[in-house]
């Protein structure tokens, strides 16, 4: 652990760490099964997922570690709430995303009012949430960050916890993968650049 104002190491080059970024896949969620993160392992990953760009420090995110029993009771009422939506069988489809993995860490934002503007705190809880998958990956374990209709419905997320002005910035699903992940189309990146001199 980094002690407050100790200096941290200045960054050299890793050749792993490169690969981890250029090989980067969400798995899928419903893909994910035992063995997941021990007690000891999630600690850090939590740990390393909210060393995060911050502006002003306010930490405006939270974590909800839910294991297999929480979801699963969770999901059984979001069934319920799926009939009343217009594709109902849709909608209890994509519970099985939730349920499947050993661990999910939900992200809440929670970001601070008349502080710094909304949409960076926004932007922070994002960043944790791409560092618990990196963090994950660390580890052996493959992850998912996902949202569903129950990150948005308010009658859903209030079964998760979350109070006014809190928002679902997703759903870590961690787990293992039995088969390696297809790759997904990239973007073609000279369309995607600017360069000004």
């Not at 974590?63 to 069988?89: C, D, K, T």
């Not at 999910?104 to 922070?124: D, R």
């Amino acid at each position: 652990m980094v002690a407050l104002n100790e200096s941290l190491p200045l960054p050299v080059p890793s050749p792993a760490f490169l690969d981890r970024l250029a090989t980067r896949r969400s798995a899928p969620a419903q893909a994910l099964v035992a063995p997941g993160p021990s007690e000891a392992e999630l600690e850090q990953i939590l740990t390393l997922g909210a060393r995060t760009p911050d502006h002003g420090k306010l930490f405006p995110w939270r974590f909800v570690v839910m294991g297999p029993q929480s979801r699963a009771e969770i999901a059984e009422r979001l069934a319920v709430l799926a009939e009343l939506h217009n594709r109902p069988a849709k909608d209890q489809a994509v519970l099985a995303k939730l349920t499947a993995a050993p661990l999910t860490i939900l992200v809440v934002s929670t970001p601070v009012p008349a502080a710094k503007p909304i949409w960076e705190q926004q932007l922070s809880a994002g960043a944790v949430c791409m560092n618990l998958e990196h963090a994950a990956a660390g580890f052996g374990y493959a992850s998912s960050w996902i949202t569903d209709w129950y990150s948005y419905d308010p009658q859903a997320t209030a079964l998760f916890g979350l109070t006014d002005g809190e928002a679902v910035a997703g759903f870590i699903h961690i787990g293992t993968l039995t088969e390696p992940p297809l790759e997904r189309p990239r973007p073609d990146m000279a369309a995607k650049v600017t360069r000004l001199p």
